[in-house]
Structure formats: structure tokens, C-alpha cells
């Protein structure tokens, strides 16, 4: 394998996590080069990872050792998947607005089947309090899992400029909405609205960096910072990318998958209820205090 082109598959190093660097990127890349070579586009490899990831979930409904099993290796290869499709974006150059909502709610949608079997499983036991207790954990889960994607491609802004990050605004997400027709365009459309509600989730709950980064903005005038600016902002900022790794997939389906080993499945909304929340709390205050002392640098 070419070190080299495998390397511009990715992101960056300053965001990857080390299960990824040794399993998942490199694996994702082989198929990646696989996708180039028969023309499969970067989109349809995200819809195959759906249907993959919700096949697991329906795994997990069954209180049956081998089935999850099943199930967890199932998981593991949507999340190749889910690596395979960006890599072969940034080969391609097929990169995207519509891919990038996809690729955010394939994740959406694995754990929505993940939770549903997880539910129906234990309904027998717990009744309708294990529908709370998993609706409690997804709305925390939906907001972990933002706010770590937002500040990884913030970190990627400041590390690579606008090119190599997809740090995008409600309100460019909004005129895009206004800008589709539903009759010409129903399905764009209907993501995009998903879309717009999920970016302004992530500016309601980062307000110092909204005002540190307008205020970058009109300093700048819309372009990116100096060079010794976002020197400044990644050396913060790079400690900081554990915890959205922490948040993000990997540890989540390590957990699970322990839990679903053990039949105690209802562990897994109770760790991302309690850890994980503490996790993200913690990591946001880190981050807002980070842009308060670069606005006062600035000052």
C-alpha cells in the first residue's frame, strides 16, 4: 500500500483517532481504490453503509450471543464504509453537500435501528422505561456526536483553511434550503432541512466561538486568518481532539458491543447518559474558554 496516497485519503493526523490509523483508514482505503477502479461514487458507498449499519441494529434485537456477534461485525463493516466513502471523496475530488448530509445521517440512522432493537429487546423486562431511558441517551448522543464533529472541522479550518475543512453556518445552510424547490428537488430539499437545524444546534452551543470567529471575519475580511493566528488556534485546539474522538464512533461500539456480549445492553445508554455527557461537557467549556483567551489575545 502507498503510504503516501493513503495519506491524502485523510483528513488530517491532528484528528484521527489510532483505531482509525491502524484499522479502519487503512482498510477503508483498499476499498476506496476498489470503488475508484469499478465507478462507484462516494454517495452511494454512504447509502450502502446505512443499510449495513441498520442491519446491525436489527442484529441486536435477538438475545442471542452468536446473532449479535453477527451484528457487531455487521457494525464494523458499515463504519469501513462510512471511512471508505470519504476517502474516495477526497481521491476523486467527488466531494459534496449532499454527500456530507448523507454521511451525517448514516450514523443517525444506524444507531436509530441500534436503539429501536436494543428497546424492543428489553421492553418485556422494563416496559416503557426503557424507551425513556433510550430517548434520554440519543438526545444526548445527537448532541455529543455534533459538537465533536463541529470541532474537529473548526480544528481542520484553522489547520488547513476552507479547502480542507467543512465548517459551514446556518444561515449559507439556510439560504441553500431557501434557494431548492420541493417540487424540482424534494429529497435535496428534505435533507437540507435536517441539515440547517443541525448546524444551528452546533453555533447555539458554541456562543465565545461565534464571536471570536465573526470577529475574525470582519477583521480578515471573510478570508482565513494569518498563518501565526492558526498556528495559535491548533497547538489549543489539539488536545482537545481526544475527547471529540472519545465522542465519536469507536468508543461507543466498544461499549456496545460489550454490553450486547454480556446481555446487558442497557448499559450502553447509561454510559453514554453519564460519561459521555460529563465528556462533553467538559470538552465544550475547554473549547469556549480556549476562543475567550484567543479574543482577549486579539484584543
Same mark, same amino acid.
Request: include cysteine; glycine fraction near 6%; charged fraction near 20%.
Given at each position: &500500500?502507498?503510504?503516501?496516497?493513503?495519506?491524502?485519503?485523510?483528513?488530517?493526523?491532528d484528528t484521527?483517532?489510532?483505531?482509525?490509523?491502524?484499522?479502519?483508514?487503512?482498510l477503508g482505503?483498499?476499498w476506496?481504490? +476498489?470503488?475508484?477502479k469499478?465507478?462507484?461514487?462516494?454517495?452511494?458507498?454512504?447509502?450502502?453503509?446505512?443499510? +449495513?449499519?441498520?442491519?446491525?441494529?436489527?442484529?441486536f434485537?435477538?438475545?442471542?450471543?452468536?446473532w449479535?456477534i453477527?451484528?457487531i461485525?455487521?457494525?464494523?463493516?458499515a463504519?469501513?464504509?462510512?471511512? %471508505?466513502?470519504?476517502? +474516495?471523496?477526497?481521491?476523486t475530488g467527488?466531494?459534496?453537500?449532499l454527500?456530507?448530509i448523507?454521511?451525517? &445521517?448514516?450514523?443517525?440512522?444506524?444507531?436509530?435501528?441500534?436503539?429501536?432493537?436494543?428497546?424492543l429487546?428489553?421492553?418485556?423486562?422494563?416496559?416503557?422505561?426503557?424507551w $425513556?431511558?433510550?430517548?434520554? %441517551?440519543?438526545? %444526548?448522543?445527537?448532541?455529543? %456526536?455534533?459538537m465533536?464533529?463541529?470541532?474537529r472541522n473548526?480544528h481542520?479550518?484553522?489547520?488547513?483553511?476552507?479547502?480542507?475543512s467543512?465548517?459551514?453556518t446556518?444561515e449559507?445552510?439556510?439560504?441553500?434550503?431557501?434557494?431548492?424547490?420541493?417540487?424540482?428537488?424534494?429529497?435535496?430539499?428534505?435533507?437540507?432541512?435536517?441539515?440547517v437545524?443541525?448546524?444551528?444546534?452546533?453555533?447555539?452551543?458554541?456562543?465565545?466561538?461565534?464571536?471570536?470567529?465573526?470577529?475574525?471575519?470582519?477583521?480578515?475580511?471573510?478570508?482565513?486568518?494569518p498563518?501565526?493566528?492558526?498556528?495559535?488556534?491548533?497547538?489549543r485546539?489539539?488536545?482537545? &481532539?481526544k475527547?471529540?474522538?472519545?465522542?465519536s464512533f469507536?468508543t461507543?461500539?466498544? $461499549?456496545?458491543s $460489550?454490553?450486547?456480549l $454480556?446481555?446487558?445492553?442497557?448499559?450502553?445508554?447509561v454510559?453514554?447518559?453519564?460519561v459521555?455527557?460529563i465528556?462533553?461537557?467538559?470538552m465544550?467549556?475547554?473549547?469556549?474558554q480556549?476562543?475567550?483567551?484567543?479574543?482577549?489575545?486579539?484584543?
Open positions: &500500500m502507498n503510504e503516501t496516497s493513503l495519506q491524502a485519503s485523510l483528513k488530517s493526523t484521527e483517532e489510532w483505531i482509525d490509523l491502524l484499522f479502519y483508514r487503512p482505503y483498499r476506496a481504490l +476498489l470503488f475508484r469499478w465507478g462507484i461514487t462516494p454517495n452511494a458507498v454512504t447509502v450502502a453503509s446505512i443499510f +449495513l449499519g441498520v442491519g446491525a441494529g436489527i442484529l434485537y435477538p438475545a442471542d450471543l452468536w449479535n453477527a451484528g461485525c455487521l457494525l464494523v463493516w463504519n469501513m464504509y462510512d471511512s %471508505a466513502d470519504g476517502q +474516495l471523496a477526497r481521491l467527488q466531494k459534496s453537500e454527500g456530507r448523507l454521511d451525517g &445521517m448514516a450514523g443517525d440512522l444506524w444507531f436509530i435501528s441500534i436503539y429501536a432493537a436494543i428497546c429487546r428489553l421492553t418485556p423486562g422494563w416496559g416503557i422505561w426503557i $425513556v431511558l433510550a430517548a434520554l %441517551a440519543g438526545a %444526548a448522543h445527537t448532541k455529543q %456526536a455534533a465533536a464533529d463541529y470541532y473548526i481542520l479550518f484553522f489547520l488547513k483553511g476552507k479547502s480542507g467543512e465548517l459551514d446556518a449559507r445552510q439556510r439560504q441553500l434550503y431557501r434557494s431548492l424547490a420541493w417540487k424540482q428537488s424534494f429529497g435535496r430539499k428534505f435533507f437540507q432541512w435536517f441539515y437545524n443541525y448546524t444551528r444546534s452546533q453555533e447555539q452551543s458554541s456562543p465565545r466561538f461565534q464571536r471570536f470567529f465573526n470577529r475574525l471575519k470582519q477583521e480578515y475580511a471573510g478570508q482565513v486568518p498563518q501565526q493566528l492558526r498556528e495559535a488556534f491548533r497547538r485546539s489539539l488536545p482537545l &481532539m475527547y471529540t474522538n472519545i465522542l469507536n461507543r461500539a466498544v $461499549v456496545l $460489550v454490553s450486547l $454480556v446481555n446487558l445492553p442497557w448499559i450502553y445508554f454510559f453514554e447518559l453519564t459521555l455527557n465528556l462533553y461537557i467538559y465544550v467549556y475547554r473549547h469556549e480556549l476562543c475567550v483567551s484567543l479574543s482577549a489575545e486579539l484584543s
